[in-house]
C-alpha cells in the first residue's frame, strides 16, 4: 500500500475522526471501507453554466458521505451505499472514454473526502496520460482545513456547499454540530487557495479555477437560509460566488416533516430578496419553474442505468 493508502489505516479525513482502519473492512460514519466504491461517471449537465458547459461536466459520485444528512437527495449513494467496487485504473479509463466520447470541460470529484487517497491517485493517473482537465473538488463543505492543503495540488475548482448557519440544525438533520465552523473555515482556506470562481472574476465562460459556494434552500427552514447568506457575506463579502438552488425535492420520507414537501415559491422568495439586500454581485439563482411537486430532471435515481433524466442527451 503506497504511502497516500495509509490513511486509511486510522482514518482521520474527515473531522468526524473515527480512526477506524478501514483497511480492515472496518467502517466509520461514512460507510466505506477502503475499497473504492462508485455510484457513476458520467457528463453531467444539471451544475451550474460554468461547470456544465455545453458538452457536460464529467461526473464521479463516489459511493458513501460523511455528512449523511437526513434529506439528501442522493440518498441512495450516501446511506445506501449503490455504486460497484471498482479500481482507480478502471476509473481513469472511464474518464479518459468521457473526454473521448462526450468531450467533457471537467472532471467532477462529488464528495471525494472520504475516498481523497483514491482521488488524488486517479488525478495523478490521469495527468500521466496527458488529461490534464480542470478538477472540480463537489463536497459538502464538512471539511478539515489540513486536508484541503493537501488537495491544493490536485484540485482546480471548489463547489463546496454551505447548508446550515444553525448548529441546532446541523445537528438535527447531520449530526453535526460543528458544521457552521468548520464549514466557514474550509471554505476560507478554498478561497485563499484558488480565489473567486474565475467565471465571474475574469469572464471565463468554462470555470477553470477558484470558488462557487451553493447554497440549498430547505422546506421550513428560511431562517436557515437567510442567516447562511449573511454569515457568508460578512465572512467573504459581495464578490463571493455564489449559487442559490431551490430544486429541493424530498427524496424519501424522513422525520422532520417539514421536508417531506417541497419548496414554496414564498420560502424562496424570501432567501433570494435577502440575498438582493445583502447586495451578492456574482450569483447563479436557481428561480423556481413550474410546480414544485413535479419532477426534477436532476434528481438522481441510481438504479436506473442513467441516474439523471436531465442528462439523456
Ligand atoms: S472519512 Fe469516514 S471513516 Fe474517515 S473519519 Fe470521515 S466518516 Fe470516519
Same mark, same amino acid.
Do not use: W
Given at each position: 500500500? =503506497?504511502?497516500?493508502?495509509?490513511?486509511?489505516?486510522?482514518?482521520?479525513?474527515?473531522?468526524?475522526?473515527?480512526?477506524?482502519?478501514?483497511?480492515? &473492512?472496518?467502517? &466509520?460514519?461514512?460507510?466505506?471501507?477502503?475499497?473504492?466504491?462508485?455510484? =457513476?461517471?458520467?457528463?453531467?449537465?444539471?451544475?451550474?453554466?460554468?461547470?456544465?458547459?455545453?458538452?457536460?461536466?464529467?461526473?464521479?459520485?463516489?459511493?458513501?458521505?460523511?455528512?449523511? +444528512?437526513?434529506? +439528501?437527495?442522493?440518498?441512495?449513494?450516501? +446511506?445506501?451505499?449503490?455504486?460497484?467496487?471498482?479500481?482507480?485504473?478502471?476509473?481513469?479509463?472511464?474518464?479518459?472514454?468521457?473526454?473521448?466520447?462526450?468531450?467533457?470541460?471537467?472532471?467532477?470529484?462529488?464528495?471525494?473526502?472520504?475516498?481523497?487517497?483514491?482521488?488524488?491517485?486517479?488525478?495523478?493517473?490521469?495527468?500521466?496520460?496527458?488529461?490534464?482537465?480542470?478538477?472540480?473538488?463537489?463536497?459538502?463543505?464538512?471539511?478539515?482545513?489540513?486536508?484541503?492543503?493537501?488537495?491544493?495540488?490536485?484540485?482546480?475548482?471548489?463547489?463546496?456547499?454551505?447548508?446550515?448557519?444553525?448548529?441546532?440544525?446541523?445537528?438535527?438533520?447531520?449530526?453535526?454540530? =460543528?458544521?457552521?465552523?468548520?464549514?466557514?473555515?474550509?471554505?476560507?482556506?478554498?478561497?485563499?487557495?484558488? &480565489?473567486?470562481?474565475?467565471?465571474?472574476?475574469?469572464?471565463?465562460?468554462?470555470?477553470?479555477?477558484?470558488?462557487?459556494?451553493?447554497?440549498?434552500?430547505?422546506? &421550513?427552514?428560511?431562517?436557515? =437560509?437567510?442567516?447562511?447568506?449573511?454569515?457568508?457575506?460578512?465572512?467573504?463579502?459581495?464578490?463571493?460566488?455564489?449559487?442559490?438552488?431551490?430544486?429541493?425535492?424530498?427524496?424519501?420520507?424522513?422525520?422532520?416533516?417539514?421536508?417531506?414537501?417541497?419548496?414554496?415559491?414564498?420560502?424562496?422568495?424570501?432567501?433570494?430578496?435577502?440575498?438582493?439586500?445583502?447586495?451578492?454581485?456574482? +450569483?447563479?439563482?436557481?428561480?423556481?419553474?413550474?410546480?414544485?411537486?413535479?419532477?426534477?430532471?436532476?434528481?438522481?435515481?441510481?438504479?436506473?442505468?442513467?441516474?439523471?433524466?436531465?442528462?439523456?442527451?
Amino acid at each position: 500500500m =503506497s504511502d497516500l493508502y495509509q490513511a486509511y489505516r486510522s482514518c482521520t479525513l474527515c473531522p468526524r475522526e473515527c480512526r477506524v482502519d478501514r483497511t480492515s &473492512g472496518r467502517l &466509520g460514519i461514512c460507510g466505506e471501507s477502503a475499497e473504492l466504491r462508485i455510484a =457513476s461517471i458520467e457528463a453531467h449537465f444539471g451544475e451550474e453554466p460554468p461547470i456544465s458547459g455545453t458538452h457536460g461536466s464529467g461526473t464521479l459520485f463516489f459511493s458513501g458521505c460523511t455528512l449523511l +444528512c437526513s434529506f +439528501c437527495q442522493n440518498y441512495q449513494i450516501s +446511506c445506501f451505499h449503490i455504486g460497484d467496487r471498482t479500481t482507480v485504473e478502471k476509473a481513469a479509463d472511464q474518464v479518459a472514454d468521457l473526454v473521448k466520447r462526450r468531450g467533457i470541460h471537467n472532471l467532477n470529484l462529488v464528495t471525494p473526502d472520504h475516498f481523497l487517497p483514491h482521488a488524488i491517485d486517479l488525478i495523478q493517473r490521469l495527468r500521466t496520460r496527458g488529461i490534464a482537465l480542470p478538477v472540480v473538488f463537489n463536497s459538502s463543505g464538512f471539511e478539515k482545513v489540513e486536508l484541503l492543503r493537501q488537495t491544493e495540488e490536485y484540485a482546480d475548482i471548489y463547489l463546496p456547499d454551505f447548508k446550515y448557519s444553525d448548529a441546532e440544525l446541523a445537528h438535527a438533520l447531520s449530526h453535526c454540530r =460543528s458544521y457552521p465552523l468548520v464549514a466557514l473555515d474550509a471554505i476560507a482556506e478554498m478561497v485563499k487557495q484558488k &480565489g473567486f470562481l474565475d467565471h465571474f472574476s475574469e469572464g471565463r465562460a468554462i470555470a477553470s479555477r477558484g470558488v462557487l459556494v451553493r447554497h440549498l434552500v430547505l422546506p &421550513g427552514q428560511t431562517a436557515n =437560509s437567510i442567516e447562511a447568506l449573511s454569515m457568508l457575506f460578512a465572512e467573504f463579502g459581495p464578490e463571493l460566488p455564489l449559487s442559490l438552488m431551490s430544486q429541493y425535492r424530498p427524496a424519501r420520507m424522513v422525520k422532520q416533516a417539514e421536508l417531506n414537501r417541497p419548496l414554496r415559491p414564498e420560502e424562496f422568495s424570501r432567501v433570494y430578496n435577502h440575498l438582493l439586500e445583502l447586495g451578492f454581485k456574482n +450569483c447563479f439563482v436557481q428561480h423556481m419553474e413550474g410546480s414544485p411537486e413535479e419532477e426534477d430532471p436532476f434528481l438522481p435515481d441510481f438504479n436506473r442505468e442513467r441516474p439523471f433524466k436531465g442528462n439523456l442527451r
